[in-house]
């Protein structure tokens, strides 16, 4: 019976990445038929979750590391590239991924809303909106029958520039882009929640952080948590997105982060999801004297989902060209994780992750990478869930 079981559960999982191998954009037709229903009973007693980076659409790099009257140009030129990386477009191919797999729980980070203002004036924020990542997948999420509500969010880093404009008359001035940041978790909406909560972490990197780092900004992160009940279960997931800056020992920040992480959740009972774009995992180029985070969680209990499971290998989530111009994947390091704690996956249990946004056949597909980050996808099977490994 047991043997039975476990093939049957592999089965589903096996199914799971080959549906995603037929089925694009050209298949709205059928996931507007079908509806959410057809997801929610696929099984009892799983939990699917999700990781996607969106992408702020440009590498911001270069902004904040230029000299101050370099970055009016910089900001011109991110601009450039965020436009012709095109999010309303990237947010379709993502709603498509997220549609057909229909995870309970989303976390999302870079989550971005772009305002403008016309003359840059840097005693008052730009307030109209240009673009909201979040609004924008919603909308493609609904299109498709996959309704999904926004369960926790956290604004981390919120910064405003001057962009370089040039009139015809030869005339030149700054209007005023503002980035704002955010971490998000998205819940399907069968899902019940309860204890929503948010924060940015104590430790930074910036002007205002101890010590100082040399830049025009503070940049930010932070953390959002849910307690959320799936067939019956209750569970704390949360979504995280820590530092990726590694110079002149700023791999501290992010080791850091992961440290009051860990911190926070130490007295957590419930058992624990944790999923992000941790800049930190197998593959990443340690730098000299760095704790990477990712050994950080693992040595205090933390389990790595992807290693843990039946997943393939070769599981690389970062990163595409920063103008999402490659034709061929550019994927050369995991650090897009689902990580676990206080719970078992015993004999009957089983775990299978698999990637959206990774493949050539991807961006064929949707004629865009959806993101410079691969999308994680993880189904847990738990017949024993919260038992120990039988």
Known sequence: MKRLMLMGLVVLAVGACADRDVTGLNDEVAILERGPEFHIARGADHIKVMSQNMYFGAP????????????????????????????????????????????????????AIY????????????????????DTLLAELDVLNAHYEIA?????????????EFLPDG????????????????????????????????????PDATPPTPIPVNVYRGWTAVTATVNGRDF??????????????????RTGQAAELAQLLMMETL???????LNSGPGRPVSEGEYPAYDLLLDVGYRDLWADGISPKGFDTCCHAGDLSNRRPMLDQRIDLVLYRNFE??????????????????????????????????????????????
């Open 60 to 111: 911001v790099e270069p902004v904040i590391a230029a000299p101050p009257d370099s970055i009016p140009l910089r900001v011109r030129e991110a601009w450039e590239t965020m436009i012709d990386t095109d999010f309303p477009a990237r947010a379709k191919a993502m709603a498509a991924e997220m549609a057909k797999a229909m995870p309970h729980l989303i976390g999302l980070q870079e989550v």
């Open 115 to 134: 305002r403008t203002e016309q003359v840059w004036d840097p005693a008052n924020e730009a307030t109209e909106v240009f673009l909201d990542f979040l």
């Open 152 to 164: 926790a969010t956290q604004t981390t880093t919120d910064i405003e520039f001057p962009k370089l």
């Open 171 to 206: 005339t030149i001035y700054a209007s005023g882009v503002r980035l704002t940041d955010r971490d998000v978790i998205l819940a399907r909406s069968d899902v019940a929640l309860a204890d929503a909560d948010s924060a940015l972490y104590g430790i930074w990197m910036g």
């Open 236 to 253: 704390r997931f949360m979504n995280t997105h820590f530092e990726s800056e590694d110079q002149q020992g700023l791999h501290a920040i």
């Open 271 to 277: 058992p624990l999801i944790v999923v992000g774009d």
């Open 345 to 390: 996956l015993g004999r009957r249990s089983l775990a299978w992750s698999w990637l959206v946004n990774e493949k050539h056949q991807d961006l064929m597909r949707y004629g865009t990478w959806s993101s410079d980050h691969a999308g994680v996808i993880s189904w847990i099977v738990f017949p024993n869930w919260g038992m120990a490994a039988d």
